[in-house]
């Protein structure tokens, strides 16, 4: 399978709790886009890659969140002492941007977050 | 800053009905614009997009869009709905630069027999 990969599919934690989820791209793909989606509504950009550099975090992204991506390869999204707000699916998403490709974005499964 | 209006929350169809979801966005500039699907619980599969050029652009399953600049509109087509096309779509515009997504609050769409 050469998609998307999210693990785990589902995470359920005690508020307060941390919480690292993780993301392989697409392995051609230099670019590497979280968000996330709250019931009922569309995906929120939180935060995305270019190789190995953070480029841009949303205001959505507080400082709880941290994101990796050490080697351009795979990445990480911690949530540090989790709150019943985040309870949310986390999606990732990569991309190729590079020269004239277009700007196609391809999701992995997900990863719900159920705080308690 | 650029939006995505999905005007219709949610939407019934018979099966073997035509289908038309409807989607606005504000872009400053020449948009890229996509279609998404996602079933319960699941992930978001693309199923069209929109770049340049002809501006009636086909899709994965049957589907179709047209982009629409005077109206800023890009809504999604199905000649005849089936009964696995239940889910939820979301339209969503990316910018030329970080090419990140801005997505519209999705229509859920029902089929009936």
């Known amino acids: 399978d050469t998609g998307v990969s999210q693990d785990p599919r589902h995470k359920i934690t005690k508020r307060g709790q941390n919480v690292t989820f993780r993301c392989d791209p697409i392995?051609?793909?230099?670019?590497l886009y979280w968000y996330r989606q709250t019931l009922g509504q569309g995906p929120e950009f939180l935060t995305y890659?270019?190789?190995?550099?953070?480029?841009?975090k949303s205001r959505l992204l507080s400082d709880r969140f941290s994101a990796e991506r050490p080697k351009g390869s795979f990445s990480t999204l911690e949530i540090q002492r989790t709150e019943q707000g985040d309870s949310a699916m986390y999606l990732c998403?990569?991309?190729?941007?590079?020269?004239?490709?277009?700007?196609?974005?391809?999701f992995g499964q997900g990863t719900r977050l159920t705080v308690v | 800053a650029q939006s995505v209006t999905q005007p219709d929350i949610h939407i019934t169809v018979s099966e073997g009905a035509s289908l038309e979801l409807r989607c606005n966005y504000s872009?400053?500039?020449?948009?890229?614009l996509f279609w998404y699907v996602q079933s319960p619980g699941q992930g978001l599969q693309l199923l069209l997009k929109?770049?340049?050029?002809?501006?009636l652009v086909q899709g994965i399953k049957g589907f179709e869009a047209e982009f629409k600049r005077s109206q800023s509109s890009f809504n999604l087509r199905k000649p005849s709905v089936h009964w696995s096309d239940a889910a939820e779509y979301f339209c969503?515009?990316?910018?030329?630069?970080?090419?990140?997504?801005?997505f519209g609050s999705g229509t859920r769409l029902q089929v009936q027999p």
């Open positions: 998403a990569s991309s190729l941007a590079r020269g004239g490709a277009r700007p196609e974005a391809f």
């Open positions: 392995s051609e793909h230099n670019r």
């Open positions: 890659f270019q190789n190995e550099a953070q480029l841009e």
């Open positions: 872009y400053g500039a020449t948009p890229y």
């Open positions: 929109y770049f340049s050029g002809d501006t």
């Open positions: 969503a515009v990316a910018d030329t630069g970080r090419r990140a997504l801005t």
